[in-house]
């Protein structure tokens, strides 16, 4: 089946600092991409849509100066948090679709845990 | 935008006991429903979806069932066992290249052996 990773896996970083995170869609290409944050014991937000060769679609409250988003192939986008603050530690997970004759399924990467400090 | 509620928010059934968990959407443009098992620190896996085109799909233990007149869609999960202990998500889309896909708060189900 289809796969997507994420890279790192968890990573602390010090208050103050950007964090890069990766997305990669291993085995199919994905033209759109998705960005979720978790909070503990919460659902998954709906941060952006990372589509690739255009400016990424944000949410509603989401700044998109902190949370800059790079989709520079059909198979990586990545979420890079700026001036991070300890209110942005979080999971955050991405998500590809996959398309295929006219269907549609969306594979969720392991996901990111960012500790700020 | 789309809102979806979900209920109950816990859930605690005995080995053995069917399982259901309710949700309502707000968009009637949407018309793709999948619903998502988490275990804790891991990614939401797939475990079933519906298409607006259909009323009810089951997969062995797994059904779910879709009310488009009403907005409202179920899954029902049967002969639970300790392992289905999770958080489920429901969540609805537009099922088209957009595929932006708006998550309920989830259901914290516990299987008590």
């Known amino acids: 089946g289809a796969v997507v990773s994420q890279h790192p896996s968890w990573v602390i970083c010090k208050s103050g600092t950007s964090v890069k995170i990766e997305c990669r869609s291993l085995?199919?290409?994905?033209?759109?991409m998705f960005w979720y944050r978790q909070f503990p014991k919460q659902s998954l937000m709906l941060m952006a849509t990372?589509?690739?060769?255009?400016?990424?679609?944000?949410e509603q409250g989401v700044e998109k100066d902190k949370f800059l988003i790079n989709h520079a192939s059909l198979t990586l986008s990545t979420l890079t948090v700026t001036s991070a603050h300890p209110e942005d530690s979080s999971f955050y997970i991405c998500s590809a679709v996959y398309t295929r004759t006219g269907q549609y399924e969306q594979y969720f990467g392991p996901g990111t845990r960012l500790t700020v400090t | 935008g789309e809102n979806v509620e979900q209920h109950p928010s816990t859930l605690s059934v005995q080995e053995g006991d069917s399982a259901v968990i309710k949700c309502t959407y707000s968009?009637?443009?949407?018309?793709?429903f999948p619903w998502y098992k988490q275990e804790l620190g891991k990614r939401p896996q797939l475990i079933i979806d519906i298409r607006s085109n259909v009323g009810e799909k089951k997969d062995q233990r797994i059904a779910v069932t879709l009310n488009k007149t009403a907005k409202h869609f179920s899954l029902h999960i049967t002969e639970t066992q300790p392992e289905d202990s999770a958080v489920y998500f429901c969540?609805?889309?537009?099922?088209?290249?957009?595929?932006?896909?708006?998550f309920g708060a989830g259901t914290r189900l516990f299987v008590k052996a």
């Open positions: 085995d199919f290409q994905a033209t759109t």
């Open positions: 990372s589509n690739e060769g255009s400016k990424a679609t944000y």
């Open positions: 968009d009637s443009a949407s018309n793709y």
């Open positions: 969540a609805a889309a537009p099922y088209t290249g957009g595929f932006k896909t708006i």
